[in-house]
């Protein structure tokens, strides 16, 4: 069974950092494409980040330079890095996993077929 376990959401201050992490089982993990995405209340979910199988990695223009995408294949992990962080980036943050294939859109929400249950990241003062 397919199972991906986002962890590390919370409460932040504005400029405050916070690491979100993705423990991923029942896919052989090296093999796929892994990406966050979130959900503010009301919005369609959006494209953060994402890291392929060759370990490249893409961001939002909103978030580049501010958040940091990594993997750890021994782990069966994803994290993302979040730092400066401000009110307008909360909302529920999702992993999302797909295997790798020619023509991988990473940003595309279509694009992935595994998702996890979300975590909350609220920032406020």
């Known amino acids: 069974q397919v199972q991906l376990v986002e962890s590390g959401g919370g409460l932040v201050q504005p400029g405050g950092s916070l690491t979100l992490s993705c423990a991923a089982s029942?896919?052989?993990?090296?093999?796929?494409?892994m990406a966050w995405f979130r959900q503010a209340p009301g919005e369609e979910r959006a494209f953060v980040a994402a890291i392929n199988r060759a370990q490249t990695k893409t961001y939002s223009n909103s978030v580049k330079g501010r958040f940091t995408i990594s993997r750890d294949n021994a782990k069966s992990t994803v994290s993302l890095q979040m730092n400066s962080l401000k009110p307008e980036h909360t909302a529920v943050y999702f992993c999302?996993?797909?295997?790798?294939?020619?023509?991988?859109?990473?940003?595309?929400?279509?694009?992935?077929?595994?998702w996890g249950q979300g975590t909350q990241v609220t920032v406020s003062s």
């Open positions: 029942g896919i052989a993990f090296s093999t796929y494409d």
């Open positions: 999302a996993a797909v295997r790798s294939f020619s023509g991988s859109v990473l940003s595309s929400r279509s694009n992935y077929n595994y």
